[in-house]
């Protein structure tokens, strides 16, 4: 049973260039939540997504936004990226009916210069 | 909104020594208080938590206590061994909410030597 599946692993960006991350989740998940960590922090809630539709967003700018596609794979796309968007980007899936049963992807490391 | 702090940022122990990370959180309402460890290269894998009806929680040589008057809660790792090495975070929700957002902490690396 495969986990959930972030691509790419790593890329590297210029600044003001946009990007799109993909994260698909386990199976049998029908939800997805995108988390930002930066180096040596905690992961912090960027948004989640069900029903293909934006649940929750945390304390991020609108450059941050997310899609959900009906086979509950999602994309996170960041605009304008700034030198502080470099972080690894982490992909969480679970199910809307169990309050909680996160599981993470590896994550995508982006880097912008 | 709901803060967590973490403490010890790094922790050094022998192996066959206990290890403890403590962490505290702002928000009264948070009820759900899950510990997850991050090894390097790799997402957070979910390693043991607990909910703010229950004080204490164990498995195998991992339990977790919380302290909801104080808002503290733990993590307690007996006999260590090397591969226990990696890093812990803590984190904090609000499970009446209906959303699934998680506040972590700011992580604490543990090494284990042999």
């Known amino acids: 049973d495969a986990g959930v599946t972030q691509s790419p692993t790593h890329l590297i960006k210029t600044r003001g260039q946009q990007v799109t991350l993909r994260c698909s989740p386990k199976?049998?998940?029908?939800?997805v939540s995108w988390y930002q960590q930066a180096l040596g922090q905690g992961p912090q809630f960027i948004f989640q997504?069900?029903?293909?539709?934006?649940?929750q967003r945390g304390n991020f700018p609108d450059r941050f936004s997310g899609h959900q596609f009906p086979n509950y794979s999602s994309e996170l796309n960041v605009n304008a990226l700034l030198l502080g968007d470099s972080a690894l980007y982490l992909c969480?899936?679970?199910?809307?009916?169990?309050?909680?049963?996160?599981?993470f992807g590896s994550g995508t490391r982006l880097t912008v210069v | 909104g709901e803060n967590v702090e973490q403490h010890p940022s790094t922790l050094s122990v022998q192996e066959g020594d206990s290890a403890v990370i403590k962490c505290t959180y702002s928000?009264?309402?948070?009820?759900?208080f899950p510990w997850y460890k991050q090894e390097l290269g790799k997402g957070p894998q979910l390693i043991i938590d607990?909910?703010?009806?229950?004080g204490e929680k164990k498995d195998q040589r991992i339990a977790v206590t919380l302290n909801k008057t104080a808002k503290h809660f733990s993590l307690h790792i007996t006999e260590t061994q090397p591969e226990d090495s990696a890093v812990y975070f803590c984190?904090?929700?609000?499970?009446?909410?209906?959303?699934?957002?998680?506040?972590f902490g700011t992580g604490t690396r543990l090494l284990v030597s042999p």
């Open positions: 997504y069900y029903e293909e539709e934006e649940r």
């Open positions: 984190a904090a929700s609000d499970e009446n909410t209906g959303f699934q957002k998680l506040v």
């Open positions: 607990i909910r703010s009806n229950v």
């Open positions: 928000d009264s309402a948070s009820n759900y």
């Open positions: 199976s049998g998940h029908d939800t």
């Open positions: 969480a899936s679970s199910l809307i009916s169990q309050t909680y049963g996160y599981t």
